[in-house]
């Protein structure tokens, strides 16, 4: 029973464009969330958060939105650039043991 | 600057074989995670570890054993390889909470 889904296996943009990543879940106890990004053969690495309590945090060119109502969350990254190309994971969690659960990713693809 | 460390990278083993994987991490966290990785699941936690000498099952711990007698180590088992654990496995560090974890470069497994 998957509870942070991402709908999207992939996305391919321009680069220069707006990259939209959309993270949906299910548990209303969720009340922290990150991001992050992996390349090929590497591990995941953090690249944003957000807390219940804030509906949006900018870091750069990556925004994080939050809507708790909807229980969906989303990645903005603009501008969109080559190296940005890369499985985007979302994660949720409700407890303070560090206890995450995943989506199961989407592959960005950054196109010149 | 190793941060999280995983041996081997790649493994294969026959069905029934026992093996370990170490993860070693040099950040003085307290927290260390093992979780797997398959094809459009997003990753899922195996086992946790909250400081040294102790373990807690994640979400799916069946097959598998863990120990951390180090603070620095956290050593994942499995008995008895089945093909269902053919995956990849990722460790990661944190300082729990809602803190970002540090993973390493994941450990490719195949169960023949």
């Known amino acids: 029973d998957q509870q942070v889904k991402q709908n999207s296996p992939s996305l391919s943009v321009q680069e220069g464009r707006i990259s939209i990543l959309n993270c949906d879940y299910t548990n209303s106890m969720f009340d922290y969330f990150l991001w992050y990004k992996k390349y090929p053969a590497e591990g995941p690495t953090f690249l944003i958060s957000i807390s219940s309590i804030k509906d949006k945090n900018e870091d750069g060119r990556f925004t994080v939105f939050l809507n708790k109502s909807a229980k969906h969350l989303s990645l903005h990254i603009v501008p969109s650039q080559p190296g940005d190309s890369a499985v985007y994971f979302c994660a949720a969690s409700a407890d303070s043991w560090g206890k995450f659960q995943f989506g199961a990713g989407t592959q960005v693809v950054v196109t010149p | 600057n190793a941060g999280v460390t995983q041996t081997p990278k790649f493994r294969v083993l026959k069905t029934g074989q026992s093996m370990t994987l170490l993860c070693a991490q040099d950040m003085n966290h307290e927290y260390m995670y093992w979780y797997r990785q398959d094809p459009g699941m997003g990753l899922r936690l195996i086992h946790y570890s909250v400081g040294e000498g102790t373990t807690a099952k994640g979400e799916v711990p069946d097959g598998y054993n863990v120990s951390r007698l180090k603070k620095q180590n956290f050593l994942l088992g499995l008995e008895s390889a089945a093909p269902s654990q053919t995956s990849v496995y990722f460790c990661?560090?944190?300082?729990?909470?809602?803190?970002?974890?540090?993973f390493g470069d994941g450990t490719r497994l195949s169960i023949l």
């Open positions: 990661a560090s944190g300082d729990g909470g809602f803190q970002p974890q540090h």
